[in-house]
Structure formats: C-alpha cells, structure tokens
Nanobody
Framework: QVQLVESGGGLVQPGGSLRLSCAAS????????IGWFRQAPGKERERISC???????YFEDSVKGRFSISRDNAKNSVDLQMNSLKPEDTAVYYC?????????????????????WGQGTQVTVSS
C-alpha cells in the first residue's frame, strides 16, 4: 500500500523547535518531489516548503530562515526542521509526494497537484 505518514508533531513553547518527518511506505521517495503544507483551523491550506528529487529547496516567506527541509534516502523520508516557532505556526502539517525528476519543486508546490498526501500531524505552539 502506497502511503505517506507524518510524525513529530506536538506541543511546543514559542521559540522552540520541532522536527517533522514524512515517511513513505510502498514506494521510494528518492525520485519524488515533496511538498509540506499546513492548515490552521478556519483557514485554507497553506504551502510552506518543498524539495525536489535533486534536493533543490524552496520556502515560503512565512517560514524562510526558520524552517529547513532535507531528505534521508536511507530512511525513505523527508524531514522538516522547524525552529523559532511562533503561535501562528500552529496547524496540522501535511506532506505530499509527486513522482518526477523536477529540477525545481515550486511549480508542483503552487499547483498542489501531488500523487499522494499524508494524514497530517498536529503542531501546537503555545505557552
């Protein structure tokens, strides 16, 4: 069964850090471009970051300089390191995967036309 599973969410104080992981089963992420999104209550889903199969990365302004994204092909996962977290980062975080040798991941991120989506993991930033 092809699926993505996010993990690593939780409750953290403002200024803290969390590391989210997007793990694949049933397929290898190595040839996929991966996007990270989040959705806060009452708001539309928001794109935040992506990484291409060639490891090119992109970050939205809302997270640039605070978040980083990386691949771990040995673990068949893509991680999102989140530092200097703010209350407005509170949301359910989702990863998504699309097969293809994209040099840049941004066009897929903006279209949100991915092959597979995870179920999400809750991140709450609160004191």
């Amino acid at each position: 069964q092809v699926q993505l599973v996010e993990s690593g969410g939780g409750l953290v104080q403002p200024g803290g850090s969390l590391r989210l992981s997007c793990a694949a089963s049933g397929f290898s992420l190595e040839s996929y471009t991966i996007g990270w999104f989040r959705q806060a209550p009452g708001k539309e889903r928001e794109r935040i970051s992506c990484i291409s199969s060639g490891r090119a990365t992109y970050f939205e302004d809302s997270v640039k300089g605070r978040f980083s994204i990386s691949r771990d092909n040995a673990k068949n996962s893509v991680d999102l390191q989140m530092n200097s977290l703010k209350p407005e980062d509170t949301a359910v975080y989702y990863c998504a995967a699309k097969k293809g040798p994209y040099l840049s991941c941004t066009s897929v991120l903006r279209s949100q036309k991915y092959d597979t989506w995870g179920q999400g993991t809750q991140v709450t930033v609160s004191s």
